[in-house]
């Protein structure tokens, strides 16, 4: 008996635009695609959890060009975070990923994010590209990215 198993690595991305000073939230949904050097990434850390280093920053950038799986930066990056959160969801198989981008961060046009593994430069584990979300001065992002192994 032959056994075919596909090991799949996909999730989402949703995206809390809140307005500092009215207090007004917006909150948007994309899907989230895993790049070629992200899954590269993951196979890496199943055998080593030191090297390459874990996610630990997320990115926010001005450019509108689709998202594709040879990514290996974002198309326009504007700013990036230290993420708040990284850990399971309760799912096994699941992980959560956060970062904020307060008031004054990233400023502007906003149409993609990237999950990454370095401060500078690293691995963009993830990206997605998503319709415009105008980051005005007053406004900070609070971005949750869901990585689902199935």
Not at 19 to 31: K, M
Not at 119 to 128: D, P, S, V
Request: proline residues 2%; glycine residues 12%; hydrophobic residues 40%.
């Amino acid at each position: 008996m032959q056994a075919n198993e596909l090991i799949k690595a996909t999730g989402s991305v949703t995206i809390v635009k809140k307005n500092e000073v009215t207090g007004v939230e917006e909150v948007i949904y994309y899907p989230n695609l895993v790049t070629s050097v992200g899954k590269t990434w993951i196979a890496q850390r199943l055998k080593d959890t030191t090297i390459p280093p874990q996610a630990n920053n997320m990115a926010i950038g001005s450019s509108s060009t689709a998202a594709a799986v040879g990514d290996t930066i974002l198309g326009t990056e504007s700013s990036r975070q230290l993420l708040t959160t990284a850990g399971g969801t309760g799912a096994a198989n699941v992980i959560t990923y956060q970062a904020t981008f307060a008031a004054g961060q990233g400023t502007g046009n906003v149409y993609e994010a990237g999950l990454f593994n370095n401060t500078t430069g690293g691995t963009l584990i993830c990206h997605t590209v998503f319709g415009l979300v105008t980051k005005g001065a007053a406004d900070s992002l609070a971005i949750t990215w869901t990585l689902t192994i199935s």
